[in-house]
Nanobody, 116 residues
Framework: QVQLVESGGGLVQAGGSLRLSCVVS????????MGWYRQAPGKQRELVAT???????DYGDSVKGRFAIARDNAKNTVYLQMNSLKPEDAAVYYC??????????WGKGTRVTVSS
């Protein structure tokens, strides 16, 4: 059974940084695409960043230049480095994986709170 477990969420001051981690277990194959999505109360889930096995990345417009996704295939882990955090970045961040742009597996999420 495939499981995705996020960690690294917490409270951070505006302008600060945080790094999220997601460990994938139970899979005998490598996912073509892994990434991060977020959802704030009353808002739709939105793309944060994704990365393919070949290293191709895609970022949401609101985080370009501030966030960076990284993937360690040997450790089955994907990271999200978040810099220059803003109050509007506060949300539950979900790790996701799939074999196409449509994600098949999701973690339970880790909450990020940004104080001003």
């Amino acid at each position: 059974q495939v499981q995705l477990v996020e960690s690294g969420g917490g409270l951070v001051q505006a302008g600060g940084s945080l790094r999220l981690s997601c460990v994938v277990s139970g899979s005998t194959f490598r996912f073509n695409v892994m990434g991060w999505y977020r959802q704030a109360p009353g808002k739709q889930r939105e793309l944060v960043a994704t990365m393919s096995t070949g290293g191709t990345t895609d970022y949401g417009d609101s985080v370009k230049g501030r966030f960076a996704i990284a993937r360690d295939n040997a450790k089955n882990t994907v990271y999200l480095q978040m810099n220059s955090l803003k109050p509007e970045d506060a949300a539950v961040y979900y790790c996701a994986a799939g074999h196409s742009a449509l994600m098949n597996y999701w973690g339970k999420g880790t909450r990020v709170t940004v104080s001003s």
